[in-house]
């Protein structure tokens, strides 16, 4: 992955936030023992103490050192932990008196010591971290050789290698303070004896006290410190995104180009970067000349990138308008130390037109040193082919047509040259210059002019049949043939690159028509914006993603084509630019590793969303030269998203009117039916108190059904509304449903005669057996409710071709005309309909709602014969159960 | 009938339990309360109720645990109190081994007529069922024949099963598994369908009006219930 050196990372947040609230860590960090780092770390810790810091010891070790040791008085002593291990008993440090004391800093001598088995923790410096996490500072030493990554390091020339080692996170995370004497001094103090010497360095002492050992360790002591301050200093940068050279470390960047050289100039940075210990990127500065390279050309280009991510090299693709602003816009960037090019393969003349790269990055990088490289001797040579194209050479058909018209000219002037003088001849040869200028560019001109002057003077100055000219007048015409070849070329091009302007920008103004034509005509936001997508992919030859915000982050909406993972980057990229407003990705200045470049969207009401764009090739991204096309797109959609906005807006208004008035319904009826059989229980009960009565009790128990079937149309209503319906498809017998719809309404029925009209053969239907009943009762209450008295309710069912039909019939006054669909909407009760009947309106809307979730479709329209309300249940074929196979059965 | 017979209300609604007992009492019932799962299985242990109303919204535990502790535990007949909505879980309750169920609201005479049924199988439990008679339709359980209006009726050997398994215990639910183990005990997979083309069948044969059974009834998305002999 491409490490982006200019960004807020997150894991760098991550680490600054991880270091607020905990302790802080302060490392004395030396070259060898007895250099005096407990003896600096105490002396430091009292000055803690005297500035008023609550301080205590947690470890020290003073080797019976009088100097050390009498630094110790005055200091608070946590009394250390005995931890018995096989019969002995070892004195470890006591974490939980530490914690318990809470002081603001404690002392704790050897950071990579290891801890007694039984202990809490292995490592000392694993106790240190969880006195850090409790908010406690630390102070601690080490020597350089008990660091992680050094310690092959150290083992290879001191022959002493220490097994106790300490992460370099750990460093990381802490100050260093390098306690650092001369290695004389060192030497000296060793001979007198005031050096404690570690059991594993006593075999080799001489060897490990050497002079060249200790200057070897005292430079890797210092190094690791700068290192560490470099890292923490790269985390505030990273975390504040600054720019700016913060090097500490050194940084290498080694430009690349498709030349054969390349994988030379890849090993000569890695080795660079290794001898520095630095870091390297590997990056490929991409002109308007990458597109004119060969595929040959490409692969080279890929395959060398591919080498350097294996070496361990970030890799960058940057496309800038020349290879020096790209390559000091990204030195820039990566803060690099040390910039890494190739020897150009370039003839001198041309460095001498153009200026070489080298001068003028040498010129503009100030203080990064530039190492220019030849290339490897031992790669093998592979020929340039380049494949035919037109470019500023124009095409060999070009010179043959120009060609063409001088011999032509030619033959006309040998037979016109009886009757005009030689002189406008000359004349003539300015057709062809003219034509070949004009038609064919720059190159083709002066090829005219050239040999028209030497067909002119070949064929008609005197001495004719020769290249000499006697007449030094003639010479001046062959001077004016030229000239004017190279004027006239010069301005036909122009004419010619104006020509090819007005025509993009035709096009421009041709994409920009059909784009807003495209976005006006779009309805609502998801439409716009795949709209969008698939106009911006058609126009740019790109792949296209929007993304609006959501509380995970940016999340795709809509993609051309369908796209919807990715990657981390591309997110954090999308996320940025949709935080700050700004383009970020792929050819932008921010979190380029990205493939995908982001633009945000910017409305009337603040950024939207962002749109990126990438290239099949991932490598490519837009074009400089389409940048402003993209830009005036993005602007129409835009407009396109503010108008869609208001007319949502306008929309939500009207719908939120409905809604109230829809509420008012619904407040007004469920009072009116909820209080009524509540209001005729209570005078009931009151009645019944004095004169008991056994038509009451009926009363009573009637209304309190009513009630508790209007309680329960209210929760199924509730369900179908919030969509929390839980289906239990199974086989059901029609019989038993109608039957047991038919038992349970028996009261609301009981002046109605109820017809059955179901075939014996009636397949069986895969419904939810409880849903389906409550369609069929609920059909039935309002059958029984708005039919004439004393008229049949007629059931029918019926096998049509496309399923079954399942109808409930009345006699009576029918649904008014137009009202048919109406009549299945929330709280909806016909005009003529009477209130008395006691219909809560929420019937039939519970019938349409559970019918649907179960895939069956409702009905409703006037019988002709008798008249009156037919209700109906399609049943769709395939909701049917198909023959059921009988042997299986049996 | 010298003891009377003792019914435990397992319920948290102290109304719902005075208005049951006050039912059941006057029925002559001996009734005792319980107001959460704790008490109401120390008092299945202690007082051996020959019934238990068991309403499965229980404040300290799932009621459906308690249907397998319960059976276990006792030989008491167990009757299940839910709502109406909660078909899934008197399915599982009824497989777990209660006997019956009642759908809340209901009113006191089914109450008691669930009661009735449930003693009435309790007492028949051990020699079962022999025969019976509902209307005009007989069945002879010991020499599996089937009389409509004092003729034989021909059923297939499954027609049969499953008629027979609910005229063991007339008047209570029997779950659709339950008679699907019983008649297609080697099908892994059941399929409802069968089971409903057979019962159509069936009625057609033993039905008067087979548009409007009255023999077997149907508990939506449960099971079927024969109807209580006279």
């Known amino acids: 992955m491409n490490e982006s050196p200019n960004r807020p990372t997150p894991e760098a947040f991550l680490r600054q936030a991880a270091q607020e609230g905990r302790g802080r860590l302060k490392i004395f960090l030396g070259a060898a023992p007895g250099v005096g780092k407990t003896y600096e770390m105490l002396t430091d810790g009292r000055h803690r103490r005297e500035a008023g810091v609550d301080v205590v010891i947690g470890v020290v070790e003073t080797h019976g050192r009088k100097e050390t040791e009498a630094l110790i008085h005055g200091h608070e002593l946590i009394a250390r932990q005995a931890i018995v291990y096989q019969g002995q008993s070892i004195d470890e440090m006591d974490i939980d008196a530490i914690l318990a004391r809470r002081p603001q800093l404690v002392l704790v001598d050897e950071l990579a010591h290891t801890n007694a088995p039984g202990s809490r923790h292995p490592k000392r410096y694993q106790d240190i971290e969880e006195l850090r996490d409790a908010g406690i500072d630390v102070y601690s030493t080490v020597n350089i050789q008990h660091v992680e990554s050094l310690n092959d390091v150290v083992a290879s020339f001191t022959r002493v290698r220490v097994r106790e080692t300490v992460p370099d996170s750990i460093l990381e995370s802490a100050e260093i303070e390098v306690v650092d004497i001369p290695p004389d001094e060192l030497i000296e103090r060793l001979k007198d004896g005031k050096v404690y010497i570690p059991a594993e360095a006593t075999r080799a002492l001489n060897h490990f006290f050497s002079k060249s050992n200790l200057t070897a360790l005292r430079e890797l002591a210092l190094r690791r410190a700068a290192q560490a301050v470099d890292a923490q200093m790269l985390d505030y940068v990273r975390a504040h995104a600054l720019a700016g050279n913060f090097a500490a470390g050194e940084r290498v960047v080694v430009a690349l180009s498709e030349q054969d050289s390349a994988p030379g100039l890849v090993r000569a940075a890695k080795r660079l970067a290794d001898a520095l210990h630095g870091t390297w990127t590997a990056v490929h500065i991409e002109t308007q000349r990458s597109q004119n390279l060969t595929d040959s050309e490409r692969d080279r280009l890929a395959e060398t990138m591919a080498l350097a991510s294996r070496l361990g090299a970030a890799t960058a693709t940057i496309p800038a308008a020349t290879v020096v602003d790209g390559l000091l816009a990204f030195a820039e960037d990566a803060r690099a130390t040390q910039i890494v090019i190739g020897k150009s393969a370039r003839p001198w003349w041309f460095e001498l037109r153009y200026g070489s790269v080298v001068d003028r990055l040498v010129r503009n990088l100030g203080d990064i040193a530039v190492h220019v490289l030849p290339g490897d001797s031992n790669m093998p040579i592979q020929p340039r082919v380049r494949s035919a194209r037109p470019g500023r050479w124009g095409k060999p058909a070009d010179y043959v047509w120009t060609l063409a018209a001088i011999v032509a000219c030619t033959a006309a002037s040998r037979l016109l040259i009886e009757f005009i003088a030689l002189g406008n001849v000359a004349l003539f040869y300015l057709v062809p210059v003219m034509f070949a200028a004009a038609t064919f560019g720059l190159r083709a001109g002066l090829f005219a002019g050239l040999t028209s002057s030497l067909a002119y003077n070949f064929f008609f100055l005197p001495p004719t049949g020769t290249l000499t000219v006697n007449n030094p007048e003639n010479v001046v015409s062959i001077f004016v043939l030229l000239g004017v070849a190279i004027v006239t070329s010069q301005f036909a091009a122009r004419v010619r690159a104006q020509a090819v302007l007005a025509q993009s920008s035709a096009r421009q103004n041709a994409a920009l028509a059909g784009f807003s034509r495209q976005l006006t005509s779009s309805g609502s936001q998801e439409e716009l914006m795949h709209a969008i997508c698939a106009e911006i992919s058609r126009l740019f030859d790109c792949r296209t993603v929007m993304l609006l915000p959501s509380r995970d982050g940016p999340q795709v909406r809509a993609a051309y084509p369908p796209e919807n993972r990715l990657e981390d980057i591309e997110k954090a990229a999308a996320q940025w630019a949709m935080d700050n407003g700004q383009p970020a990705g792929r050819g932008s200045s921010t979190l380029t590793a990205s493939d995908w470049l982001f633009h945000p969207l910017q409305t009337t009401r603040g950024i939207l969303g962002v749109i990126g764009f990438a290239r099949e090739d991932a490598n490519e991204t837009l074009r400089s030269d389409q940048i402003p096309l993209v830009m005036s797109l993005l602007d129409q959609a835009s407009i396109a998203f503010d108008r869609l906005t208001l007319e949502e807006e306008m929309q939500d208004a009207r719908q939120l009117r409905e809604r109230d008035r829809l509420r008012s319904v619904l407040l007004s009826s469920v009072s009116h039916d909820l209080r009524t059989p509540l209001t005729t229980i209570l005078s009931t009960i009151h009645e019944l108190r004095r004169t008991p009565s056994e038509e009451m009790l009926d009363t009573l128990e009637g209304e309190a059904l009513r009630l508790n079937r209007f309680v329960a149309n209210l929760l199924d209503m509730v369900r179908v509304e919030a969509g929390a319906l839980s289906l239990r498809v199974e086989a059901t017998d029609l019989t038993d449903a109608v039957s047991a719809a038919v038992h349970d309404t028996r009261k609301s029925l009981a002046d109605h005669e109820v017809i059955l009209d179901i075939p014996p053969d009636m397949p069986l239907v895969r419904v939810d057996a409880r849903l389906f009943h409550h369609c069929l009762i609920n059909l039935l209450d309002n059958a029984g409710r708005y039919a004439d008295p004393d008229t049949p309710v007629r059931i029918e069912c019926r096998r049509t071709p496309f399923g079954l039909d399942l109808s409930v019939v009345d006699e009576g006054p029918g649904i008014p005309a137009g009202k048919e669909e109406r009549v299945f909407d929330t709280f909806t009760r016909l005009e003529g309909s009477d209130r008395s009947k006691g219909g809560t309106g929420l019937g039939l809307a519970i019938v349409k709602g559970f019918a649907e979730a179960m895939g069956l479709e409702v009905f409703a329209k006037n019988n002709i014969a008798p008249f009156g309300a037919r209700f109906t249940i399609h049943v769709p074929a395939t909701t049917i159960v198909s023959d059921i196979d009988e042997e299986a059965m049996q | ?230």
């Open chain 2, 1 to 230: 009938m010298t003891l009377r017979h003792k019914v435990l209300i397992v319920d948290d609604e102290p109304h719902i339990r005075r208005l049951i007992q006050a039912a059941l009492a006057r029925a002559d019932y001996a009734v005792i309360e319980a107001e959460n799962g704790r008490i109401a299985l120390e008092l299945v242990e202690a007082e051996r109720p020959d019934i238990v109303l068991l309403d499965l919204g229980l404040p300290d535990r799932d009621g459906l645990e308690l249907v397998p502790i319960i059976k276990a535990h006792s030989t008491a007949t167990l009757i299940i109190v839910s709502a109406r909505e909660a078909t899934e879980e008197k399915v599982t309750a009824l497989d777990l081994g209660a006997d019956d169920y009642l759908t809340k609201p209901f009113d006191t005479n089914e109450l008691l007529a669930r009661v009735r049924v449930a003693l009435r199988n309790r007492l028949g439990k051990d020699g079962g069922v022999a025969a019976l008679k509902i209307g005009e339709l007989e069945i002879d359980l010991m020499k599996r024949k089937v009389m409509k209006a004092g003729k034989d009726v021909h059923l297939t050997p499954k027609e049969y099963a499953v008629f027979a398994q609910l005229a063991q215990f007339p008047g209570r639910v029997i779950t659709h598994k339950q008679i699907m183990d019983h008649v297609w005990p080697n099908e892994s997979e059941h399929h409802v369908e069968y089971l409903r083309v057979l019962i159509r069948t069936l009625r057609q044969k033993i039905e008067f009006d087979p548009q409007r059974p009255q023999i077997i009834g149907n508990e939506l998305g449960i099971g079927y219930r024969l109807q209580s002999p006279d």
